[in-house]
């Protein structure tokens, strides 16, 4: 890890910022030493995670909060995750040209990540460059991610408050809602209001959140981890708590700027709820031990290539399989043996 990167990018350089969170993104080396140094600099941004369906003008939105952001007085992060490009890999649409009205300022820092195929489209890099903007002092952190439907649950996993747009007249998008991105929203936006069937959507949306309210104790927005676990540990007749969150529906037309003040007096809200109530510290710690569990697959599964290679390769096992000569279990386990001996003998 370079000294002089992390004091430059503590130092307020965005060209230090540039720098690290590229370095972030291509896991180049020395990464990890990075994060672990910026971590002790972090918790103090809020993290609003911005999802929905493509062409609910999540990028257009975003600008715009940004701008609104910047006129009082607090400075923005954007990390855009975008498709991965089947050749590089990179980010298909570079710096997002949809964010123009922000051009040229430098406490407005956007940076485009490839979603490099991972479920959810966030890539594993995401939390970790959340963390380079946290600890070099941006107020407010958006994360705008691809749009892929049920999977951008993901988004949970770095996001403090998600937003989840909806464009209006999307009988499909609110249905799609019900597979899973329902649950996660902590408020809901019905973008380009101004168009035909945006009072629809909006009563479809109402009658959802109302009915997922009604029908039991699973709770509404990602922050019901805890009473989940409840659920699991067999708590699940308790009653819902009238003191949980309860998503509000803004309806917006960001190309004319209409509804920005109701979607920011709505993230202040969430977030003053997070503050005083105990869903902070839980959604934080589900996030580490989230975080934890991903770095753990990720290391053992770089390990257990590394094993297969000094064993020929898979190829080897698969052709063994195909003979009948052994199984897809037997060859799990044996590929895990020495793992498993290695960590039976530091248990003794």
């Not at 909060?65 to 498709?83: C, H, K, S, W």
Request: net charge negative.
């Amino acid at each position: 890890m370079s000294e002089d990167l992390l004091e430059d990018l503590l130092a307020g350089d965005h060209r230090a910022l540039a720098r690290a969170i590229t370095k972030i993104e291509n896991r180049e080396s020395g990464y990890r030493e990075l994060v672990s140094a910026l971590h002790q600099h972090t918790g103090s941004a809020d993290v609003i995670g911005v999802t929905g369906s493509p062409g609910a003008g999540k990028s257009t939105l975003v600008d715009k909060l940004a701008a609104a952001y910047r006129e009082r007085g607090l400075t923005v992060g954007i990390i855009a995750i975008d498709p991965a490009s089947p050749f590089t890999g990179g980010a298909v649409l570079g710096d997002r040209i949809r964010m123009a009205s922000n051009v040229g300022d430098m406490d407005v820092f956007v940076r485009s990540m490839s979603a490099r195929g991972s479920l959810g489209g966030l890539s594993t890099a995401t939390s970790d460059a959340v963390k380079a903007l946290d600890a070099f002092g941006k107020d407010k952190i958006v994360i705008e991610t691809v749009g892929a439907g049920q999977n951008e649950i993901d988004v949970v996993k770095a996001a403090d408050t998600v937003a989840v747009l909806v464009p209006p007249g999307s009988g499909d998008d609110v249905q799609m809602l019900k597979a899973g991105i329902l649950e996660i929203g902590d408020l809901f936006v019905v973008n380009k209001a101004d168009l035909d069937g945006a009072d629809r959507t909006v009563q479809q949306l109402r009658e959802m959140l109302e009915y997922g309210r009604d029908a039991g104790p699973t709770p509404t927005g990602h922050h019901g981890a805890e009473a989940l676990a409840g659920q699991a540990d067999g708590a699940g007749t308790a009653e819902p708590d009238p003191d949980r969150w309860r998503p509000p529906i803004v309806e917006t037309v960001a190309t004319r700027e209409e509804g920005l003040g109701a979607l920011l007096d709505a993230l202040a809200d969430h977030q003053a709820y997070l503050d005083e109530s105990s869903e902070r510290e839980a959604r934080e710690r589900t996030r580490y031990a989230e975080e934890v569990r991903t770095l753990l697959r990720e290391d053992l599964s770089e390990l257990l290539e590394e094993e297969i290679e000094r064993h020929g390769g898979l190829d080897r096992f698969v052709e063994r399989i195909e003979a009948r000569e052994t199984d897809p279990y037997t060859v799990a386990d044996e590929l895990l043996e020495p793992l498993v001996d290695c960590v039976e003998h530091r248990r003794g």
